[in-house]
């Protein structure tokens, strides 16, 4: 082969050039002068390479492939072209081409962490998750301060359900660098899963200003505002998202999921036909489909969807988990209980979520008791307020709080804010003001005026809701730990306390997808231990406490609704008003898991339901212990 001769001084002058365009972000004049540079002196590998990353800058990715091809011809082990041609092989939807040039990039250099990450990314778009995690793995051992390796690893981690660990590597990734859009993105959807609105939109917004276009941020903003309610905030923010990418069935599946919760059935399955026709119901398309299709008789056709779906390598653990939930709960209204029963056993064990403690549980169960004691909560002060205006609507989770919430809310004078955490943020200020001591001490700080300032935090933020109603209801459950704390800074208000038959509120939670907000929910046994835990501190707090607390059977509520209706009224202090009896015509947007109930008239299926599963119920019957023993 006859040696080619050095490249002369124009065309020394031209590759400079043509770098300086390259780096200086004008990619056509960089591809125009390197072919020069090439026409000119020969071809070689390099000036190849060069011009593809030029062409990759403009997105060209065909160009790409084809000219890092020229490359390797010249050049078989050229590492920057190995990598290239993957990179743009991935993009143009060949993964297999990928993960064949990933492989020879990694025998060129073994250590390379951005090839690592790349060819485990590639890999998992092949569902091959398990394998990504050991290409990110040794990306981080090789270099563990490259914070692109600890972003795909907590990918990878999201994508099996390994959801702690994929938090913690989200959380490192940031520490190093803290401009990674989809870091961010990947948090936030944990931070979402866990119930932690405001942190998910926190992150959310970040990934949204680092990366503008990034549509998975701008979904997830939508989808917080679907989560608090404002249904219409949702559609507008997936309406501006479609100019980014306007056929993203991601967003027209959102879209359906927020009519399907508005009520609007024909516009959802209209939408969800249009996907579907095109073959791209995404997993949330599907769930929707799910929900709707048999007043549209397509169940079969939906449950097929599923399956598909369910196995699919682009489904991740959580959206797996939560088709898996929708065909339970679709199986469950045909009557098919022992296939329900399967996919809900599945859906429970797919995503690992927080550790459910029982001894811590017990533990807190415990120092509640003693620290809110009936000598105590003689002794301890009130907040001054004189504002009657809260109604704390709680229990367990699935005990037909949204119901009762619901039947007041229809009232003209009651506004129904939903779900508050605001409870929780004010123990958290009590209990973080004085880390480290316990809680009998903490408890003995407050004064008169520090329970005022708490409790009036709380109104000004419930009045932020609704100013003019006479009551608002917070029907947040799990605020039945937090008795103790309401009636020291409310002891004007009045708290209802739902019960259900502890079997069928055991099975309702199990059936039911909080994603990891409740730590116990996907285990039969945990279950039935918190409820136990439950049942334990309503019997202290109906001991102790001063406050009007009214307790309300979800059986009762279904079986005499119009007679429970009235009880819930006179407690309430609110004469009779027919709109009670009305109450699934009332327009205000329900986002807990009991929305679809509360738009229709009552119905009674969803009592003793437990006998349509009583040969799987042993955990939970015998975690209960003698709460089973319902009356």
């Not at 270099?143 to 994508?159: D, K, Q, R, T, V």
């Not at 599945?346 to 620290?371: C, K, M, P, W, Y």
């Amino acid at each position: 082969m006859t040696a080619r001769p050095a490249p002369s001084d124009r065309d020394k002058k031209r590759f400079q050039r043509a770098m300086q365009a390259l780096e200086g972000g004008n990619p056509r004049e960089a591809i125009r002068l390197f072919d020069k540079v090439r026409q000119s002196w020969g071809d070689d590998a390099d000036i190849w390479y060069l011009m593809g990353l030029a062409h990759g800058k403009l997105g060209q990715m065909v160009h790409v492939e084809r000219v890092t091809k020229r490359a390797l011809e010249l050049d078989p082990r050229h590492f920057g072209a190995l990598y290239s041609l993957a990179n743009a092989q991935v993009t143009l939807g060949n993964q297999e081409g990928a993960l064949e040039n990933y492989n020879k990039a990694m025998s060129v250099n073994p250590a390379d962490p951005a090839v690592l990450t790349n060819y485990g990314l590639a890999l998992g778009l092949l569902g091959r998750h398990e394998e990504a995690i050991v290409l990110h793995e040794k990306a981080i051992n090789y270099h563990p301060n490259y914070a692109p390796a600890h972003e795909c690893l907590g990918s990878s981690c999201m994508a099996v359900g390994h959801t702690e660990r994929a938090f913690g590597e989200f959380q490192k990734a940031l520490r190093l660098d803290p401009r990674l859009a989809k870091t961010h993105h990947g948090l936030g959807r944990i931070y979402c899963a866990k119930g932690c609105f405001d942190d998910a939109e926190r992150h959310f917004l970040e990934a949204v200003r680092l990366e503008p276009n990034l549509v998975a941020a701008h979904i997830g903003l939508s989808t917080i505002a679907r989560y608090r309610g404002d249904f219409e905030e949702a559609l507008r923010i997936a309406t501006l998202t479609e100019k980014i990418s306007p056929d993203d069935p991601i967003l027209q599946a959102v879209k359906a999921d927020v009519q399907e919760r508005k009520g609007d059935y024909n516009e959802a399955y209209s939408v969800l036909r249009r996907l579907a026709e095109k073959d791209q119901l995404t997993p949330l398309a599907i769930e929707t489909y799910a929900k709707i299709c048999r007043k549209f008789d397509a169940c079969d056709e939906a449950l097929q969807f599923i399956e598909m779906s369910i196995n699919a390598p682009a489904t991740d653990a959580m959206e797996r988990q939560m088709l898996m939930f929708a065909a339970g709960n679709l199986l469950d209204k045909l009557g098919q209980y022992d296939k329900a029963f399967e996919w809900y056993r599945s859906a429970n064990t797919t995503v690992t979520g927080a550790h459910f403690d029982s001894d811590e549980l017990h533990r807190n169960a415990d120092d509640l008791i003693s620290s809110f004691s009936k000598e105590a909560m003689a002794s301890l002060p009130r907040a001054r307020t004189g504002n009657s205006r809260p109604i704390f609507i709680l229990g367990m989770p699935r005990s037909g709080t949204s119901l009762t919430e619901q039947i007041l809310a229809s009232h003209p004078d009651v506004y129904g804010a939903g779900e508050l955490d605001y409870m929780k943020v004010i123990a958290d200020k009590v209990h973080g003001a004085f880390s480290g001591a316990s809680r009998s001490t903490q408890l003995s700080t407050l004064t008169t005026g520090k329970l005022t300032e708490l409790a009036n935090d709380y109104l000004e933020k419930t009045a932020q809701l609704n100013a003019a109603a006479r009551y608002i209801t917070d029907k947040m459950p799990h605020n039945f730990q937090y008795i103790g704390l309401i009636n020291l800074l409310f002891p004007e208000a009045r708290i209802i306390h739902c019960r259900r038959n502890p079997l069928d509120n055991g099975l309702s939670i199990y059936f039911q997808n909080f994603f990891w907000s409740h730590e116990y929910a996907n285990d039969l046994k945990s279950i039935g231990i918190f409820y136990r835990e439950y049942n334990r501190l309503m019997r202290h707090w109906e001991q102790v406490i001063d406050i009007p607390m009214l307790t309300v059977a979800y059986e009762d509520l279904i079986e005499n609704t119009e007679a429970e209706s009235r009880r819930l009224l006179a407690f309430c202090d609110l004469d009779w008003n027919d709109a009670v009896m009305k109450f699934h015509t009332t327009r205000r947007n329900v986002v807990t898991a009991s929305y679809d109930q509360v738009r229709q008239p009552i119905y009674k299926t969803s009592r003793a339901r437990w006998k349509n599963y009583e040969k799987y119920i042993g955990p939970l019957r015998e975690a209960l212990g003698d709460c089973a023993d319902f009356e």
